[in-house]
């Protein structure tokens, strides 16, 4: 005979699963707003470069559109990325070598509800720096969108964070507290550029249009520039599709890394 569990008691167990994750993405958030070194660089950062390259090259045309609207896709990306990377690379990185996974592991806490936690966080974080460049744009850029559009390339920037939040845990349990900054700039940077996001990629040197269909940064680019019309790829669907497999990677790696930590300090 099997056990008939309660409607009451399984509507409770479900409740209370929502308040452990509630509460960690609640804590996550105040942890984040409390260290302003973290919001100020993830926010600054994309829009310091929108805003000086806009403004130097704003007007031009490119790929049929203004070189400011252009960019408002391609900084997006760079913005979301780094959210997204420095969020978990760094941060996952930092609380181990605090011993805090240690304290996870013991706690009764679903393991899934940290890094849930931390995903809400970066998809958030680049929809703010999305909205952000958006206003700018219309500021200094003089860009000016159909709302379809904008609605559009907004939903790509947000979902695009996903993959480089499995890269970005892959690094947090690859790199100690130390060096997860140094990794993930190194990485972080030269993709950004090299991916066509700092300079439109048809201005760019032959050899890094070559190499930039090899970098996620640059599919994640080019479906934020779908919506305008000013992408290079005949067809999204093999950028999703190197998106959807650089994702499956980063997070097969990030799950043994994870077994392999046990939650151990690292200094």
Request: with cysteine.
């Given at each position: 005979?099997?056990?008939?569990?309660?409607v009451?008691?399984?509507?409770?167990?479900r409740r209370?699963l929502?308040?452990?994750?509630w509460?960690e993405f609640?804590?996550?958030v105040?942890?984040?707003?409390?260290?302003p070194?973290?919001?100020?660089?993830?926010?600054?950062?994309p829009?310091?470069f929108?805003?000086?390259?806009?403004?130097i090259?704003?007007?031009?045309s490119v790929?049929?559109v203004t070189t400011?609207t252009?960019?408002?896709?391609?900084f997006?990306?760079?913005?979301?990325?780094g959210a997204?990377l420095?969020?978990?690379?760094?941060?996952?990185a930092?609380?181990r070598?605090?011993?805090?996974?240690?304290?996870?592991?013991?706690?009764p806490?679903?393991p899934?509800?940290?890094f849930?936690?931390?995903?809400?966080l970066?998809?958030m974080?680049?929809?703010?720096?999305?909205?952000l460049l958006f206003v700018?744009?219309?500021?200094i850029g003089?860009v000016?969108?159909p709302?379809?559009t904008l609605?559009?390339?907004?939903?790509i920037?947000?979902?695009?964070a996903?993959?480089?939040?499995a890269?970005?845990?892959?690094f947090?349990?690859m790199a100690?507290?130390?060096s997860?900054?140094i990794?993930?700039?190194l990485?972080y940077?030269p993709m950004?550029?090299?991916?066509?996001?700092w300079m439109?990629l048809?201005i760019l040197?032959?050899?890094?249009q070559g190499?930039?269909?090899?970098?996620?940064s640059?599919?994640?680019?080019?479906l934020a520039?779908?919506?305008?019309g000013a992408?290079?790829i005949?067809?999204?669907?093999p950028?999703?599709?190197y998106?959807?497999a650089?994702?499956a990677i980063f997070l097969?790696?990030?799950?043994?890394?994870?077994?392999?930590?046990r939650g151990?300090p690292?200094?």
């Amino acid at each position: 005979m099997t056990r008939t569990v309660p409607v009451s008691a399984r509507a409770q167990r479900r409740r209370s699963l929502v308040a452990i994750y509630w509460t960690e993405f609640r804590n996550e958030v105040l942890k984040n707003v409390r260290m302003p070194v973290f919001l100020v660089s993830s926010l600054a950062f994309p829009l310091m470069f929108y805003a000086l390259f806009g403004l130097i090259f704003g007007r031009e045309s490119v790929a049929g559109v203004t070189t400011a609207t252009y960019m408002l896709a391609t900084f997006g990306t760079f913005g979301v990325m780094g959210a997204a990377l420095f969020g978990f690379g760094v941060g996952v990185a930092t609380e181990r070598g605090q011993g805090w996974m240690v304290l996870k592991r013991a706690s009764p806490m679903p393991p899934l509800a940290y890094f849930a936690a931390k995903t809400l966080l970066a998809v958030m974080m680049g929809g703010l720096i999305t909205l952000l460049l958006f206003v700018l744009g219309g500021l200094i850029g003089g860009v000016s969108l159909p709302l379809g559009t904008l609605a559009s390339m907004f939903g790509i920037l947000v979902s695009g964070a996903i993959p480089f939040c499995a890269m970005g845990l892959a690094f947090g349990y690859m790199a100690g507290p130390n060096s997860a900054p140094i990794l993930v700039n190194l990485i972080y940077l030269p993709m950004g550029f090299f991916g066509g996001l700092w300079m439109p990629l048809p201005i760019l040197p032959a050899f890094i249009q070559g190499l930039a269909p090899w970098l996620p940064s640059y599919h994640f680019g080019q479906l934020a520039l779908s919506p305008l019309g000013a992408q290079s790829i005949a067809s999204p669907w093999p950028s999703v599709a190197y998106l959807a497999a650089f994702t499956a990677i980063f997070l097969a790696l990030a799950t043994v890394l994870y077994r392999r930590d046990r939650g151990r300090p690292v200094g």
